[in-house]
């Protein structure tokens, strides 16, 4: 499985972004997809999940109404549309992959990791 995050970029607050997660090698459409941010000398934290399938989705709760996650139409593609941008929202953020149908916010249950991409944030 490999993962590709990428559409980080500068903005201001109150600002949208798009990223987009671009998947391969899933065997099944028991997966689920997250986005994960991580702040310079910070832990990553997670920000929301898809099931692969696009039954469910789940946002933390810092970002509930601001950030909406899905699928895209090429269907191997996950989107993360980020809109009302806070500076504590700055950060690399990660899409990971779990091999389940169950969404979970811990990082260390995701199994396949890809690049991040940059998210700054200014006020």
């Known amino acids: 499985v490999q993962l590709q995050a990428s559409g980080g970029g500068l903005v201001q607050a109150g600002g949208s972004l798009r990223l987009t997660c671009a998947v391969s090698g899933l065997t099944s459409s028991n997966y689920v997809i997250g986005w994960f941010r991580q702040a310079p000398g910070k832990e990553r934290n997670f920000v929301a999940a898809i099931i692969w399938s696009g039954a469910s989705t789940y946002n933390a709760d810092s970002v509930k109404g601001r950030f909406t996650i899905s699928r895209g139409n090429a269907q191997n593609t996950v989107y993360l549309q980020m809109n009302s941008l806070k500076p504590d929202d700055a950060g690399v953020y990660y899409c990971?992959?779990?091999?389940?149908?169950?969404?979970?916010?811990?990082?260390?249950?995701?199994?396949?990791w890809g690049r991040g991409t940059l998210v700054t944030v200014s006020s």
């Open positions: 990971a992959a779990r091999r389940s149908s169950i969404i979970v916010t811990p990082p260390r249950l995701y199994d396949y």
